[in-house]
RNA sequence: GGAGAGAUGGGUGAGUGGCUGAAACCAGCAGUUUGCUAAACUGCCGUACCUCUAAAGGGUACCGGGGGUUCGAAUCCCCCUCUCUCCGCCA
């Protein structure tokens, strides 16, 4: 959530950023937002003296019935009646205002960083770099999906019949291949000073907000209603919420933490042609990292971030691409926002298998993270967070470009998670 | 699922209607003392909003959340949530 202060004070350029990021209407919500918030401070206010009043008529009639005075304190007594009227007055003005305040507040996306480039689609994202030459196969190479059943590695039909589309079971060298990818991923993290996390993949209401999933994505999260949780689309939810409400001691950052967990989506209304085989899952697996930094370092932590996915693929020899996402593209929450693509030489097309984001103060403002800054002032942390990596795709790309008549040969670094090197 | 207990500041923990935003202790910060360390002593030490300001200051709200009683509530009443203990069930 955009900070009411910052609104206020930086306008023109919340505006701008707003329209940067192809929101409609920009001008005029703000406006509104604006308007709320400068009634239910005058109101605050008004409510504010009447309150100082009413404790002061208190305490002047406690005085009173001490001393014995009961005449005198009947006399006070009776003005206090107005001022509560008008104190339950104000407060149900005040409480209805916050509301649409609130309302209004959580429906702005976070505003672009200055590096971001203008445009409203996909196409319009930038190319930051290529790493790799893309595979040469032969006109007879398969596809991921088509792979996976000549060596029964895993299996669609099967998940179908225990749950439904997008929920694939993995087996024999295919589920091996899952955990060592796992393992290598959390292995790496660990290295580059990540602390490893296992987080509950049920979260509650109030983490589902803070992260910025609710309340504007639910329909993304499977929710479980009879207790009122939902499954994680991420694992950026439970682990940055850990810090939720907190006062971080400056010597503690930056926060470094990873963590494996599956990850659910509903995807509702995006199920069509191109999501065939791995391409688009309801459940998946996933290592994330997540940063929690001061704001003056938090871009060097993104740039940290983005080397430590870069190195991942490139250990796992897989040609990829870095985008800097344009305004349009970029996430709700995001400031700015790199995703990792790698290329599917047998799809012939790139899949996105990391997206590395600095929110900057946007989820902190909601989760109330904090930290003392070096003037002894209590200010709002940056969240950052990035898939390191996600797996469904990376198999896909794993598959696809290393198959050979023999057997599908492994990349080097995974041939002693694996226990084996060609499937 | 059944029965009971509880939720107070970074921590422990007092506080059952009136200068209590909250004792005390611990931790933390700044000093004094000190050959060094330790100890002792003094002061400071929650968050948010508003106001004022050079700074200080002032006001309001907050003792799990919401509502109520009262001139006045951390303290009394109601509802909700969560935690703990015992029993049951169980990986």
Request: aromatic residues 6%; contains cysteine.
């Amino acid at each position: 959530m955009l900070q009411i202060a910052v609104i206020r004070e930086q306008t023109d350029q919340v505006i701008a950023g707003l329209l940067k990021k192809n929101y409609k209407n920009a001008a005029a919500e703000v406006a509104a937002v604006l308007d709320l918030d400068q009634r239910r401070r005058a109101i605050q206010a008004e409510h504010d003296e009447v309150q100082a009043r009413a404790n002061a008529l208190a305490r002047e009639i406690g005085g009173l019935m001490k001393s014995g005075d009961k005449a005198g304190a009947e006399t006070l007594k009776s003005e206090t009646a107005e001022l509560k009227n008008k104190a339950k007055q104000h407060q149900e003005e005040l409480s209805s205002l916050e509301e649409s305040l609130q309302a209004a507040l959580v429906k702005l996306p976070n505003t672009p960083h200055a590096s971001v480039p203008e445009g409203k689609t996909p196409e319009d994202n930038e190319v930051v770099l290529e790493h790799g030459s893309i595979p040469n196969l032969p006109e007879a190479a398969l596809p991921h999906w088509e792979l996976i059943k000549k060596y029964d590695i895993i299996d669609f039909e099967l998940g179908n019949k225990i749950t439904g589309a997008g929920f694939p079971v993995y087996k024999n060298k295919g589920a091996r291949l899952q955990r060592a990818l796992i393992n290598f991923f959390l292995d790496e993290a660990t290295k580059a000073g990540y602390a490893e996390v296992q987080p509950p993949i049920l979260v509650n209401e109030a983490s589902g907000y803070g992260t910025g999933q609710l309340p504007d994505k639910d329909g993304q999260m499977y929710h479980a209603t009879a207790d009122n949780y939902y499954l994680i689309p991420t694992a950026e939810v439970p682990i940055t919420n850990m810090y939720r409400d907190e006062i971080i001691p400056r010597e503690q950052l930056p926060i470094k933490n990873a963590g494996y967990t599956p990850c659910f989506r509903r995807e509702a209304g995006s199920w069509g042609a191109d999501v065939r085989g791995l391409n688009r899952l309801h459940q998946f697996d996933k290592v994330e990292i997540v940063q929690i930094q001061e704001p003056e370092k938090s871009y060097e932590a993104l740039e940290q971030m983005s080397q430590h996915i870069q190195g991942l693929l490139q250990k796992l020899e897989l040609p990829y691409r870095v985008l800097r996402l344009c305004g349009g593209d970029m996430s709700f929450t995001s400031a700015i926002t790199y995703d990792m693509e790698v290329y599917s030489a047998a799809q012939k097309r790139w899949l996105e298998v990391s997206s590395c984001s600095n929110f900057e103060t946007y989820q902190a403002n909601r989760l109330k993270l904090r930290y003392k800054g070096e003037n002894g002032k209590t200010q709002l942390l940056h969240t950052l967070n990035g898939s390191a990596l996600a797996l469904p795709r990376i198999v896909a790309a794993i598959l696809e470009n290393n198959q050979t008549p023999e057997g599908i040969n492994l990349p080097q670094v995974l041939h002693s998670y694996c226990g084996f090197d060609r499937i």
